[in-house]
């Protein structure tokens, strides 16, 4: 069990630019989350897939967001044309489906728009 | 809508005492509860947690209490430690909502030497 892993573990960029994150949860982890953080601020729910299908995504989420999980394993967060108020610390996290609720993080992906 | 709120930033306790978190939530819909620990620069750490049909859950040094009348949860460390100082989350969940995760605004816990 190696944990969850995020990659890059910064990325700094030009507003308007896009960017990229990955995630990779625990192995036989079947639900995995994406959650933004904001200075002062618990982590807010962004997405969560259920193996490749993306069952929900909050209304934070706007259309410059889209996340995937093409085979159930890994899945990425694109943010498209990126603003100054993007930046924040980007946190996946994962569990199996049924039993407790815990959910395990990874070490999250700082954003810093300037 | 803040359905999970931690009142206090910041507590400041001395070694050996007690620490004592709180937590309100507003939805009657959640019937999980749990406490994460988050140290700088790193994700959150899942620490304790609670099903609603229980009003006690006790692992070592950490007890979490729930008081459903009141939709208030606390969390009680004892006795405290330097390590545990850290910003602790009150989170809330459901099966309703997909499992996701509400989190309170988080406690800074410094514990002193």
């Known amino acids: 069990d190696t944990g969850v892993s995020q990659n890059p573990r910064h990325k700094i960029t030009k507003r308007g630019q896009n960017v990229t994150f990955r995630c990779d949860p625990i192995?036989?982890?079947?639900?995995l989350y994406w959650y933004r953080q904001t200075l002062g601020q618990g982590p807010e729910f962004l997405t969560y897939?259920?193996?490749?299908?993306?069952?929900?995504k909050s209304r934070l989420l706007s259309d410059r967001f889209s996340a995937e999980r093409p085979k159930g394993s890994f899945s990425t967060l694109e943010i498209q044309r990126t603003e100054q108020g993007d930046s924040a610390m980007y946190l996946c996290?994962?569990?199996?489906?049924?039993?407790?609720?815990?959910?395990?993080f990874g070490p999250g992906t700082r954003l810093t728009v300037t | 809508d803040q359905q999970v709120k931690q009142n206090s930033p910041s507590l400041s306790v001395q070694e050996g005492r007690i620490s004592i978190l709180n937590c309100d939530y507003t939805n009657s819909m959640f019937d999980y509860f749990l406490w994460y620990k988050k140290y700088p620069a790193e994700g959150p750490t899942f620490l304790i947690s609670i099903s609603s049909i229980k009003d006690k859950n006790e692992d070592g040094r950490f007890t979490v209490f729930l008081n459903k009348s009141a939709k208030h949860l606390s969390l009680h460390i004892v006795p405290s430690q330097p390590g545990d100082s850290a910003v602790y989350f009150c989170a809330a969940s459901g099966e309703t909502s997909g499992s996701r995760l509400t989190f309170g605004e988080g406690t800074q816990l410094t514990v002193n030497p």
């Open positions: 192995s036989e982890h079947n639900r």
């Open positions: 897939f259920q193996n490749e299908a993306q069952l929900e």
């Open positions: 996290a994962s569990k199996r489906t049924g039993g407790s609720y815990e959910q395990y």
